[in-house]
Structures are given as C-alpha cells and as structure tokens.
C-alpha cells in the first residue's frame, strides 16, 4: 500500500520479497527477489537504495546495522530504534526506563521464574515470545508454566506481563522525521478478534480531549525518545479509570491506520514516505467526524472481487482495498473504509460490506441503512 | 493515474507504451512496448486483456473496430463511442443531430468554403482539425482563410465554429457502465491558460442548483446518447444569460476531474476503473465544500522534488502529485489539490504551491495565509 503513493509523489520503489506472487510484487515497477532475512539480499537492496524502510519488523537487526554501519543506504526508522518493535523485551526494559506507562512485567529465564513471576501477577498473566510474534502469534494467556514449555531454548527469557482489565484497546499513530518534526493522527478505538485487528474507529469515541491529547503527546515521546523515524504506532490498553498503558510498538504503516488512507488529508502510507525520504509531513486532519475501518478476514468465499462487487452495488460509498492474497481463514486479505457524520450507521455500513465480501448472499437492503448517509447526490 | 487506483482494487493492469520512459511505464508492474498506432501492438495487448481502455483519445479507430469485430477483448469506451472524442467533426454532427447545444458550426473542406464560413460567423472564428489536437493544438482564431493554409490536404474538412463570448468554462464529468448505470460528478470550473487547463474549482462557484443538475443532466444524457462506458468529460462554455455550449468531449479521466482524487469519496481514476470493469460505481460526493486544483505547468525549474519539499514545508495541507516526467515549458508535469471550506484561501494556497514547485524561492509565509485552514490539529 505504500507503492500508490509512492507513484503520486514520483518516489522511484524498489520492494525485496520472498516470491513474485506476494502482494506488492505483484504491483510494483522494480521487484527484487530475495528475503528479508538473508543479509546478502538486503544488502544488495540497500545498495541500489537511498532510504531502506519496511512494511514489517522482521529484518534481523545484525544485518541492519551492518548497512548502517557501511553507509549504504539510510536506513529508517534505524535499527537502535526499530529493535524496541522487534524485541518485546527489549521495549518494556526501555519504555519503563524512560517512565512510559506498562502493565506491570518480568523476565522470566526458565519454568521456575515464570512460576514465580505467575504469582506475582496473580496466578495468571500474558506470556509472549519476545521476537517474532505478530497478530497473535508468540503471545498466550498462562496459569501454568507448563503451558508455554514449547517457547523455551528458542533464545533468551520470556516476557511475562500482568492480564490487564482494560475496557479497550485504543492506538495512537504518529510520523517523525529524522530531523525531529513529528506529527499525531487522532488516537483511533481498536477491536480485536482471535488476537488480529479487526475494527477501527477514528477518532476514540468518548475520548476526553485533554486525554486524547496526552495520549498524542505520550506517542510524540515515545518516538522522540526512542529516535523513531516514519511512521509509529503506539497500540495502548484503556482502563476503567481512564489511564492507558502501553501494550505494543509498530514502526511502519499500521492497521489501525488504514482508515487515514481515505479518512485524513494525509495517509500513513504517503506520511511513512514523506518521513524517511526526509520531506515536510503531510497534514493528519481527518476528512469527516468519523472514519470506520474494518478488515477483510479470509473466510471461505475465495472470489474476493466478486464480493467486492456485491459490496459496492450495496453501498456506493464504501471505499474497498483488496491486498491480491490468495484466501485463507482469518488471513488479512483487505479491508473497507467509510467516512462520514453518523458513527453508528458507519459502523454498520462497514460490517455489512465485510460480511458481504467474506461471506456473500447479504441481502438487507431493507435493514434500515436506506442510503441517506451514502451520498448518492447527483447520481443519475 | 490509473495505476494507484487499480492497485488498492486488486485489479492487474498491463500499460502499452512506447518508451519504459512514459511515467505508466516507469511504474506499473506490467509493461508491454509499443505504439498506439500500431495494430500489432494493440492487437497483442488486447489479446491478453478483458477490458482495452485508454488514457488518450489517439488509438485509431479502425484498430479498435477490428478488436470489437473479432472479440479480443472488451473496449470500452467502445470505438463507436470514442470517435465522437476522437473527431471534432464527428462530434459536431452528432451532437446537432441529437439536439444538444453546441455553438455555431459549419465544416470547410477548401480555403473558399472556409472563407464563406468565417464571412457567416462574423469574419473571425475558430478553425480546428477534426483529429489529433489536444490542449489547444489543432485550434486557431483566424480572420483570414490563410492563416491555416498549412493544414489542407492532411485529410478531410475543417471545423469552423463561431468564437463563442463566453463568460467561463465548466466541465461535467459522468462515468457510465455498460449497462446504462451511470453517475454525475459535481460541475466544475476550469481556467485556461494558452490552451491548456490551468485550475478547476468544485463545484463551480456561482452556479444555481437548477443549472447545475441541467448541466449534470447534458452530460448524463450525452454519455448514454452515445453510448460512453468508462468517464466522459464535457467542457462547456457558460454565456452572459447562464445557457451553456457543448466545446468538446473527453472519454477518459480528465484533467478537470483531477480534484476528485483527493477531493471526493471515490475518484475519476477509480471511477473510470469501475465503469470499464463493469463494477458498481462508487460514491461521487465531495468530501469538503471546496476543492481547487491547479495544473504543475513547467517552467525553467527542473527539480520538481525539491520544489514538492518547499511546498510541503509551506503548507502541509496540499497534495502534491508529480508525474515523473522531463520538465519543458509549458509542459504538464503534476498538480496540486487543496480542499476545504474557504474558496478564497484555497485558491491563494493551491497557487502559492504551484508557483513554488514550478519558480521555488516564494517567501510569502506572512501573505496573509496563517496556516489557520490548513488543518495543524495534532502536529507537534
């Protein structure tokens, strides 16, 4: 997704992957194949490149610092940032250093000091594999040490964390450039399903803005402290008493900022190029009160564009992105985006296209969203 | 254009172009060379399309007749519709003989035909050459048969239309699928400078909601009347008395269309995608009051980068788009959008950023633009 507006701004892209059927593969002009984890591949990238950046964290931060360390490419965000998104561990260490609000956590090297550590978190807690997790991979809800004994001799402590009572998952988004010029989109409400993002409201609801605004300024520090240049998103647990603690890190495009592709005068794509090629950041203001963003979850219709079509006979002014994945269950396949006055019609509109495009056969036309939010003035 | 629109649909798109300098060239995955003249080279793209579109009027007719006679593949807008784009002449009969208001015409097939057309229009007219013009070539104000006397004998009669004294230029954008559906975008205004559109506003300023939606409704009944599937524009001349003249017809995303992409909930690219796909067309609503947008004309500047940088600086809330191409004067290379709710402040900042990307050194952060309407919410 970063490739069209890359092509807006005439920013020439270069994209390493694995296999010609992967998603910007498929799309982009100049396509090297290699992975991103053999340091001759990224290395022979980097030196074709001016700015390496990347949509995923999992680059090994060795080969990284090599590049950096040799001078040939800028590499962005760095790997002194980049490894407090690679390395769970890593983060709470530093963010807890620097004062930043965290559940409460430990290491724990073995069986007997994750025990431990489960009785001083109450019997129960959060477990995660420091690296390599995402979408729920690497991260299990434990009472027994006995429940994560396949995670040991894979390198290094485990990170134990306190089960927090949030009341909801919120994430603030923020863009900085090397020189330190940041801005922050709205702090957007997100929802998870099976451990993966799956609905996005921008801005929170029932947000207070002088919290709102902390919560701005919580993820300005944040990228200031730990030098993060692009994009970063700080996805944050809300309690009941309405003090948030920070859960994980992004430093790339985020999902829970796709709604400001179609929902802010500048999209996180565009905002993640505009910050490592070093130029003036984009304006964040949205483009209506309220922006709903909902994800495409493989289900079992394989015919996404026929789904798609179906979608967008329903309601004209949903907007669709599909990633061109084969399907499968549960896998992040698109999403929809639909702006606009009225939250609560929003938000039904923006199931009612997913579910038409995963599932198919949605026949409520008369389910009382009766098109007066959809804008179909001038339409003959 | 139309590739960051195919992209986020997850619709594969092959560009036919003669140089891999031409900016589709330069960025879409799937590139074959060769010329639009050429019926090998059109033949064998169509052979591996479904759908043959275009982002020009200049593939000759009798190539895309032969593709629609033999099946290759879908053309849309079909060769008998997009004569009527392709020849002014064409265009002029059919309109009349449909009844739709075009000025004062009459065709000219030798220098004494044409001098007996320019004494009935008032001794001085527009002459033009029914095909190949495009942002004012094939187009002279003359008084005297002469002055064209270098364009006989390349084929056929000329178009003689009286100098219409008009008051502005409007355009009405539509898109159309095959099977009638269609949708109106808002009317606009657009400004030329030499021949080539400069600015557009949408919706045009000062234009009454009645003749607005008649105008909407010209273009609507147009497209179905010729059968247009894909976008069509129709550039119109508005008089002293509000009645409006037909000047010329594009079927293909447009330049005075170019505010959509930023400025409404789906944009001409996208649009024009749809309709030729034969998908639902999306919603055509304005995402703020106004949206002004001004052409990157080229000047004496070269590095078009850099003067994107001080404009970005100057005014975070545009979006710039650059085409990737050489700069030569007068050439278009990019443009620029700013929407929002202050025509006034619009205008002056959409210049101001085209002056800079074009002249760069404008110093004119004191000219009365505070940055108050370009939306700082949130920045640091």
Redesign the interface.
């Known amino acids: ?1 970063m ?3 890359a ?4 920013l ?1 892209i270069t994209v390493l992957a694995t296999d010609p059927s992967e998603s910007a593969a ?4 100049d ?1 090297r194949l290699g992975r991103h984890d053999d340091a001759d591949a990224v290395r022979a990238l980097a030196a074709t490149c001016e700015v390496l950046t990347f949509d995923h964290e999992h680059v090994p931060p060795a080969i990284l610092e090599g590049i950096v360390a040799e001078g040939l490419a800028h590499v962005r965000p760095g790997p002194h940032a980049l490894v407090h998104a690679q390395d769970k561990l890593v983060m709470r260490r530093r963010l807890t250093a620097l004062g930043h609000p965290c559940p409460r956590w430990s290491e724990a090297a073995d069986p007997a000091a994750l025990a431990t550590a489960l009785g001083e978190l109450g019997g129960r807690a959060v477990v995660k594999t420091p690296r390599g997790g995402y979408d729920g991979h690497g991260v299990r809800v434990v009472s027994d040490a006995a429940e994560v004994a396949d995670w040991w001799g894979t390198g290094g402590p485990l990170l134990v964390e306190e089960l927090v009572p949030f009341t909801r998952e919120l994430s603030a988004q ?1 863009a900085r450039r090397p020189g330190g ?6 702090v957007v409400q997100s929802v998870q399903r099976d451990g993966v993002c799956f609905e996005v409201v921008a801005p929170a609801p029932d947000l207070e803005p002088g919290r709102a605004r902390a919560i ?1 300024e919580l993820a ?1 520090a944040i990228a200031a402290d730990l030098d993060v240049v692009g994009m970063l998103a700080v996805e944050l647990f809300e309690t009941a008493d309405g003090t948030v603690l920070v859960n994980e890190l992004a430093m790339r495009p985020h999902n829970t900022g796709h709604w400001s592709m179609d929902g802010a ?2 999209g996180q794509f565009e905002q993640h190029l ?1 910050a490592v090629r070093d ?7 949205p ?2 009160p309220w922006a709903v963003m909902v994800n495409l979850l493989g289900g079992t219709r394989e015919d ?2 026929a789904g ?2 179906e979608a ?2 329903l309601d ?2 949903i ?6 994945k084969g399907v499968r269950p549960g896998r992040k396949v ?1 999403h929809v985006t639909v ?1 606009g006055a009225d939250r609560e019609d929003l938000l039904r509109r923006a199931h009612r296209a997913e579910r038409t495009i995963i599932e198919g056969g949605i026949q409520d036309r008369n389910d009382g969203v009766d098109g007066s939010g ?7």
């Open positions: 997704m490739l069209p507006a092509i807006e701004l005439d020439p498929r799309v982009a002009h396509v923020v010029e940041a801005v922050a989109y709205p701005q300005l005068v500048t505009r130029l003036p950041l984009g304006d964040v203001t483009l209506a996404l564009a798609a079509a967008m006979a004209p002014g907007t669709v992105h599909l990633y061109g698109g702006i959809s804008g179909t003035d001038g339409r003959a």
